[in-house]
């Protein structure tokens, strides 16, 4: 039971104040992300440095709060790193989405990790992994 708290007070914020939801002025890399099974829709953008660091982001669109919190979280953890380390933690998103995911993998998502449980609804696994894919598409373009 205090894992389900944890997962919608942690959901809740994320998705009522939202830290990244907002269009930057002039994103180096803008990428858009559609969940055609339920209507999510967002816009993710990033600056990079040269040297390879994330070093601002932000999203925008609508969709449930699984896909804008997870959207936010995901801001949250990448920015400050290099796409590679980006990338290895949407791997690792992935992994826990699938319910593949080590004890020490999970602390690395920090918040995020308060996701895990939507493994166990299918339904809802395209919500919360949509800025993953976004980010993914993204940075693989």
Not at 14 to 19: D, E, F, L, R, T
Not at 59 to 77: E, H, K, P, Y
Not at 86 to 110: C, G, P, R, W, Y
Request: with cysteine.
């Amino acid at each position: 039971m205090e894992n389900r708290t944890f997962y919608n007070e942690i959901l809740t914020e994320h998705n009522i104040h939202p830290v990244h939801k907002t269009k930057m002025m002039s994103p180096q890399k803008s990428h858009r992300g559609v969940n055609p099974s339920c209507g999510d829709d967002i816009t993710l953008q990033l600056n990079v440095s040269d040297d390879g660091t994330i070093t601002d982001g932000a999203f925008f669109g609508d969709g449930c709060a699984i896909s804008q919190a997870s959207a936010d979280m995901m801001l949250d953890l990448v920015i400050g790193r290099t796409v590679e380390e980006a990338m290895s933690l949407k791997d690792i998103f992935l992994k826990m989405i699938k319910d593949k995911v080590t004890d020490e993998e999970l602390e690395l998502l920090e918040e995020a990790g308060s996701l895990q449980d939507i493994s166990h609804m299918p339904s809802r696994v395209k919500c919360a992994v949509l800025g993953w894919r976004t980010l993914e598409e993204m940075l693989q373009g």
